[in-house]
């Protein structure tokens, strides 16, 4: 199971990557897409949606359950990954790649700095 350095991680299993701008990547973990299996639609929100840190911003389906998505910044949802819609199982397929769910802008740096750093991460879900 992947866990990538460059990350942050939330306890409800998302990750969040720094883009150097201001704006963050945020998708769910490699531990969350096997323990969903196979994912079959993806809901995000519209770019311009304001999120908030634990607040809930979407949902997964797969073919075991339906999970709540969870931000792990606050701020403004500056891109969706469109892609999605069609190949929702790109979340399997490369959580940390193709997978990404957002981007957001963020209010400030310090909620992504209180994240979970990856040896962190790992120990939470028992690495």
Do not use: C
């Given at each position: 199971?992947?866990?990538?350095?460059?990350?942050r991680?939330?306890?409800?299993?998302?990750?969040?990557?720094?883009?150097?701008?201001?704006?963050?990547?945020?998708?769910?973990?490699?531990?969350?897409?096997?323990?969903?299996?196979?994912?079959?639609?993806?809901?995000?929100?519209?770019?311009?949606?304001?999120?908030?840190?634990?607040?809930?911003?979407g949902?997964?389906?797969?073919?075991?359950?339906?999970?709540?998505?969870?931000?792990?910044?606050?701020?403004?949802?500056?891109?969706?990954?469109?892609?999605?819609?069609?190949?929702?199982?790109?979340?399997?397929?490369?959580?940390?790649?193709?997978?990404?769910?957002?981007?957001?802008?963020?209010?400030?740096?310090?909620?992504?700095?209180?994240?979970?750093?990856?040896?962190?991460?790992?120990?939470?879900?028992?690495?």
């Amino acid at each position: 199971m992947s866990v990538p350095a460059n990350l942050r991680y939330t306890n409800d299993h998302e990750w969040a990557r720094d883009e150097g701008d201001g704006t963050y990547t945020v998708g769910v973990t490699d531990h969350a897409q096997e323990a969903l299996g196979g994912i079959v639609y993806v809901e995000l929100p519209a770019e311009g949606t304001r999120v908030s840190a634990g607040g809930r911003f979407g949902t997964v389906e797969s073919t075991k359950s339906v999970s709540e998505l969870y931000a792990p910044i606050s701020g403004v949802v500056v891109a969706k990954n469109e892609g999605l819609d069609a190949a929702p199982e790109a979340v399997n397929d490369d959580a940390y790649g193709a997978g990404w769910m957002v981007r957001i802008q963020a209010e400030s740096s310090g909620e992504f700095q209180a994240l979970m750093d990856a040896a962190a991460y790992a120990t939470h879900i028992g690495g």
